[in-house]
């Protein structure tokens, strides 16, 4: 595996070894052991989660202020836009933003650590989405970012409006959200 740097330190991009021919491939998506030691993060995964959605639906950005989720997200069939926010108020990139395009093809991860809110936009047909968390999810400690806030200004590779749930059609600026910090 190879861990690739971002402009925030703290998320990684991770590319595993692929082992493919004519019959097909096979990876390790994922061990503990050389996870820990290319990153040095030692966070025990205690949900994996896995979500199917139609071209253009974005989700986000989420987080937990209690129960903070560090993510180990990856697409197991078609193609996102993968952001995560800086939500940690006194850290030297509070309110920036890195994103990474995640699809079976290029079969990349991305470390999202607790502290950064999270979203993603479907950029395929459908999208297969699996995400690793190191809390549960507590719903009742959810918060939302508006996915357009401009003062986070992300650059959404976006052809058309996007498909938003009610929750995320309520996400509030990062002026007005409840923060880490």
């Keep these: 595996m190879r861990v690739v740097p971002t402009a925030i330190p703290e998320v990684l991009v991770l590319e595993p070894k692929v082992f493919g021919d004519s019959r097909g491939f096979f990876m390790e998506s994922f061990n503990q052991r050389v996870f820990g030691e290319l990153t040095g993060v030692q966070l025990p995964f205690v949900q994996d989660n896995h979500s199917r959605s139609a071209q253009g639906v974005l989700r986000g950005l989420h987080y937990q202020l209690r129960q903070p989720q560090g993510k180990l997200v990856r697409v197991a069939r078609g193609a996102v836009f993968d952001v ?9 990139t509070f309110g920036r933003w890195v994103g990474a395009e995640l699809s079976e093809e290029n079969q990349r991860q991305l470390w999202v650590p607790p502290g950064f809110a999270h979203g993603f936009l479907v950029l395929s047909a459908s999208a297969d989405f699996l995400y690793k968390t190191t809390d549960y999810y507590a719903p009742e400690h959810e918060r939302c970012i508006a996915w357009d806030d401009p003062q986070l200004g992300v ?5 058309a409006p996007p498909q938003l749930s009610a929750k995320d059609q309520k996400g509030v600026s990062l002026a007005q959200a409840e923060v880490f910090g």
Excluded: F, T
């Design 84 to 92: 995560a926010v800086d939500v940690r108020r006194g850290s030297p």
């Design 155 to 159: 650059a959404w590779p976006l052809s």
